[in-house]
């Protein structure tokens, strides 16, 4: 019976090990340090409603155009069902998109593609 005792004790304490690794991953692992780090990046061009190229440069990222006009929009209006993109994309004429493994970034410009909000969400 005492073997049975050190089995249990030994697997809950190995669940309990993988549950902490579990958590401190999500809570400071690379896909949250990526969200972190493209905040800290947005927050001072969107406060200064920095111009489409200065995002673009600042950024350093490979963008895809969604904006009205381009021949990529229809996209939004008929594939993007996230109602953070969609109301965003009826306000503003402007749309850059870029995508990694684990987050999708959404840019929205006004009719003078200046910056004025932004959309960070999981792939």
């Known amino acids: 019976m005492r073997t049975v005792w050190k089995f249990l004790f030994a ?3 190995l669940a309990a090990v993988g ?3 579990l958590v401190l991953f999500v809570r400071f ?15 001072p061009l969107l ?3 920095a111009t489409r190229e200065q995002v673009v440069q600042a ?3 490979q963008f895809v155009d969604y904006s009205v006009g381009s021949t990529n929009r229809w996209v939004i ?3 993007v069902s996230d109602p953070g993109v969609r109301q965003r994309a009826d306000r503003y004429p402007g749309v850059l998109f870029h995508t990694t493994m684990d987050w ?5 410009f006004d009719a003078d593609g200046r910056l004025q909000d932004y959309y960070l969400c999981v792939q």
């Open 11 to 13: 697997g809950l304490a």
């Open 19 to 21: 549950f902490l690794a």
């Open 29 to 43: 692992g690379p896909p949250t340090q990526e969200r972190r780090d493209r905040e800290t990046a947005l927050k």
């Open 47 to 49: 406060e200064s409603h």
């Open 59 to 61: 950024l350093g990222l």
């Open 77 to 79: 209006e008929q594939r």
């Open 104 to 108: 999708m970034t959404w840019l929205f």
